[in-house]
Each structure stands twice: as C-alpha cells, then as structure tokens.
C-alpha cells in the first residue's frame, strides 16, 4: 500500500529565514512522482514544486528546493527567505500511476 | 500553465434539493479528473476519478447514487450532490490531469466549491 507521512501538522519560521517540511513516503513502485501543493487560506491548491523519482537532482523552484532520498523514501521541502504569503497548509503528495496519494499536511504560519 | 476552474464557487441550499459543481479545464485536455471532499484543517479526501467517456471509479465508502459524475468531454466534469442534507455539507475541490507532456504526471486544481445544506 501507498501511504504519505507529514509528521509535523504544525509549524511557525520568523520572516526572512529558512524552513524545512517533512515527508515521508512508501512504495513499492519504481516510477513515480512527488509533489509539494500549498493551500493558503483562499484554498486553492497551488502546486509548488514536483520531483520525478528518476531524477537524481533535487527540484527546485526559486525559493522552494526538496532534499529528496530515494533510499530513505524521503521528500522535505526547504522554504528559504520565508515570506508572509508563505502561510499555508502544505500537501505532500506522491502520485503512481493514475493513483495520488496525499500526506496529512503541515500548517505553516510565517511570523512577522 | 495549467488552469482549472470550477463554478459555483459557493452555493447554499435546501435539504433535498440537487446541486451540480462544474469543473473546467481551461488551457489542457484532461483525460482524467478527480473529485475531493475536504473537512475544516484536513487533507484531501478522494471521492471519485473520471476518465472522459467512462464511468467514475468511486473510493470505497462513497455512494456512487449520491455523488453521480459525469466527465463527457476531455474539458468538463460535473459532480452532482443528489438530495443533498446537512452532512453533505463540505468543501469539495476537483483537480485534473491532462494528455500534454506538461500536465500528464499532475495534477491541476480547481479553486473548491463550498457546499452548505441547510
């Protein structure tokens, strides 16, 4: 079975540093993708960065990379230079084959 | 990039009554599209995915005659709460994955529509 860990459902980064955002994954696919969805308070998901598991290189977005570890079927996500617009629910979710998967979220709240 | 709209964005009605959410993939062709229900500070409950011209595969515990989809076009999918009461109430969100390199392994999300039975 698929299943996606967020571990951490609450978070807080002063503006201007860094954060990072936990996710776990299991699998037994060999093809798959990762992705990171923000859901500020509007609720639109927006997608904010994804990662094909064949690739090595970790993706990243501007401000937003992952540290993804195949081996340890890890996908964190850092949010440098953290902006108030930052503050959002985070998704991480995996998706195999036409089946999406997605982690609990962690709430993050960008201090002024 | 890839757009999804969904309309209505909010909608209030009767015990009873039907409602029909439209969801709408502006700049792809979806081959696939998703329906999700989601609670106040939860995730993603998957409901439903549609492939265009077949019928939805519902998740386990959703009743197929309460939540009828129908996805006839590679553009259009609409969700129908039949008889809707108070418990149905919820924010659903649909998503949708098209048949071009860029948007074939995402998804894409509409904006959610929030649904309160009265």
């Known amino acids: 079975a698929q299943t996606v860990t967020q571990s951490q459902p609450e978070m807080s980064v002063q503006e201007a540093e860094t954060v990072t955002l936990s996710c776990t994954y299991d699998?037994?696919?060999?093809?798959?993708?990762l992705f990171w969805y923000k859901q500020p308070p509007s609720r639109q998901m927006i997608l904010v960065i994804r990662?094909?598991?064949?690739?090595?290189q970790n993706a990243t977005e501007n401000r937003f990379s992952v540290n993804f570890q195949k081996a340890a079927k890890s996908f964190s996500l850092k949010i440098s230079d953290s902006q108030l617009g930052d503050t959002a629910m985070y998704f991480c979710?995996?998706?195999?084959?036409?089946?999406?998967?997605f982690g609990t979220g962690t709430s993050l709240t960008v201090i002024p | 990039g890839a757009v999804v709209s969904q309309h209505p964005s909010r909608v209030i009605c009767k015990s009873g009554t039907s409602v029909k959410i439209e969801c709408r993939s502006l700049d792809f062709q979806a081959t696939t599209m998703f329906w999700y229900r989601q609670f106040p500070k939860k995730s993603l409950m998957l409901m439903a995915t549609?492939?265009?011209?077949?019928?939805?595969?519902?998740e386990q515990g959703v009743e197929k005659d309460k939540f009828l989809i129908n996805h006839a076009s590679l553009t259009l999918s609409t969700l129908t709460v039949t008889s809707a009461h108070p418990e149905d109430s919820s924010f659903y969100i649909c998503?949708?994955?098209?048949?071009?390199?860029?948007?074939?392994?995402?998804?894409?999300f509409g904006p959610g529509t929030r649904l309160t039975v009265l």
């Open positions: 998503s949708a994955r098209g048949g071009t390199w860029e948007s074939t392994d995402t998804q894409y």
């Open positions: 990662q094909e598991a064949y690739k090595q």
């Open positions: 979710a995996f998706r195999a084959g036409n089946q999406f998967y």
């Open positions: 549609s492939n265009e011209g077949s019928k939805a595969t519902y």
């Open positions: 699998t037994s696919e060999s093809n798959y993708y």
